[in-house]
């Protein structure tokens, strides 16, 4: 099993950047598919970047703005989002599946962290 927890949210105005840090434990990230979905209140929770040996994948609202990338010797992933808007205000979650596949779909990621709140103000 792998322990994930997220870090690096926070409040910040359009146009701004944060980077989202996904810290874990128990098992190396380099064993797993990441992801990072995000929920707003009252949505259901989406894809928005996954990472693994064979490539990254980025959901359509951030490609170009978002990049997730991974740090082996720390064992974390990272969300870098720049030129933030208010439409990416949501809960950011780090997710790990061991199969390379549906990598856009949640409900196949077996391990979750608790989330971190992004809020962008216009």
């Known amino acids: 099993q792998v322990q994930l927890v997220e870090s690096g949210g926070g409040l910040v105005q359009a146009g701004g950047s944060l980077r989202l840090s996904c810290a874990a434990s128990?098992?190396?990230?380099?064993?797993?598919?990441m992801g990072w979905f995000r929920q707003a209140g009252g949505k259901e929770r989406e894809f928005v970047a996954a990472i693994s040996w064979s490539g990254n994948m980025y959901a359509d609202p951030v490609k170009g703005r978002f990049t997730i990338s991974t740090d082996n010797a720390k064992n974390t992933v990272y969300l870098q989002m720049n030129n933030l808007k208010p439409a990416d205000t949501a809960v950011y979650y780090c997710a790990a599946k061991g199969e390379l596949t549906r990598m856009i779909i949640a409900r196949t990621y077996a391990y979750w962290g608790q989330g971190t709140q992004v809020t962008v103000s216009s």
């Open positions: 128990g098992r190396t990230v380099s064993d797993y598919a």
